[in-house]
């Protein structure tokens, strides 16, 4: 008989034959930059998560730091906000700003710069708005420009969230132009419009202030639209593909992993956190377990690099197993 068992029996084998294993080497940790002082306010619905201002954010970067997570992904929060998210651009910028302290006091931090308008915009559209559309070819111009500021300030990766089309071609040759040749484009290639984004939008105050993000989001029913858009970004240089949220995608993580030889990054989204986190506070499950279990599918699926909110937590877990 075929016994599977016998491979189950002893920690060792199971040890041994254990096909994917998590490393904190490949995690990132997002973190929310307000413009301001003395901030340090809690996100409701992401427990754990909070807002901070660059004066106080030594404190997340130590926590960072002790994990051993060796990048972060940063999201700024301007005061001001304007039509055509002028704040994304500026090299005074809060995003530049935080960018240009980390690389200070953690210069040992990879810096990833999210680029997108959203949390610049007034009307809070990841592109330029006229008469209710958004504009693609007219953003493109902006996000090149967030992009070489972020880079000037000192980001190692660019990671475009807009899903404007072209958008990595135009910010590879930007960054080439400005002699930013060895700066990475992480691109969030497959972004879905999920319901998953909704606990990051209180986060990072981007809701859109009409209509909603489908005319340049994908359409969640789409698997194959998925890989060519994985395609498309890899032609136009991107170094690193992203399918985000993760969970519900795991299909199309799988895909791509076939697809390309290009390191896939996952994003494992703010509502996918709400709702472990939720769910343990109330005692139906066991945290750790699960963010092990969900975390390991991931790398499962193909995923090499995963972005979570649960980053700091997971780093001490597997510190504590080593
Ligand atoms: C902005 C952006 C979003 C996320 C990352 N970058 C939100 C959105 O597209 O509405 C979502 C991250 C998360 O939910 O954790 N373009
Ligand atoms: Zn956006």
Redesign the pocket.
């Given at each position: 008989m075929v016994r599977m068992r016998r491979l189950r029996m002893k920690e060792t084998v199971r040890n041994m034959v254990r096909e994917t294993t998590l490393r904190k080497e490949e995690l990132v940790y997002?973190i929310f930059v307000a413009e301001g002082e003395q901030i340090k306010n809690p996100v409701d619905s992401m427990p754990g998560i909070f807002q901070w201002s660059i004066d106080r954010i030594d404190e997340e970067l130590e926590r960072v730091r002790a994990a051993g997570v060796p990048a972060v992904l940063l999201?700024g929060i301007p005061k001001h906000k304007d039509e055509v998210g002028s704040e994304a651009y500026r090299d005074e910028g809060v995003t530049q700003q935080a960018i240009r302290h980390i690389k200070k006091t953690f210069p040992e931090l990879l810096v990833i710069a999210?680029v997108?308008?959203?949390?610049y915009t007034s009307h809070g559209h990841?592109g330029l708005v006229h008469e209710g559309e958004i504009l693609n070819d007219e953003t493109l111009e902006l996000l090149a420009k967030a992009s070489v500021s972020l880079a000037k300030a000192g980001a190692d990766v660019i990671a475009p969230?807009?899903?404007m089309d072209g958008r990595v071609e135009y910010i590879r040759k930007a960054l080439d132009e400005a002699g930013f040749i060895n700066t990475l484009i992480m691109a969030?290639s497959a972004?879905f419009?999920?319901g998953?984004?909704?606990?990051?939008?209180d986060?990072?105050h981007?809701?859109?202030a009409f209509g909603d993000?489908r005319t340049y989001?994908m359409d969640p029913a789409n698997g194959r639209e998925a890989i060519r858009e994985c395609e498309n970004d890899i032609a136009e240089g991107a170094d690193i593909i992203m399918i985000?949220?993760a969970l519900a995608y795991l299909d199309v993580v799988k895909a791509a992993s076939l697809a390309t030889n290009y390191p896939i990054a996952v994003?494992?989204?703010?509502?996918?956190?709400s709702m472990v986190k939720a769910a343990a506070q109330n005692g139906w499950i066991d945290e750790r377990r699960i963010v092990l279990e969900n975390l390991t599918a991931m790398k499962r699926a193909g995923a090499k690099i995963i972005?979570t909110?649960h980053a700091l937590d997971v780093a001490g877990w597997l510190s504590q197993e080593e």
């Open positions: 997002p999201f999210d997108c308008l959203c949390e990841c969230s807009d899903m969030y972004k419009a999920s998953y984004y909704s606990p990051f939008r986060a990072a981007s809701t859109p993000r989001q985000k949220p994003y494992n989204v703010s509502g996918e956190y972005i909110y």
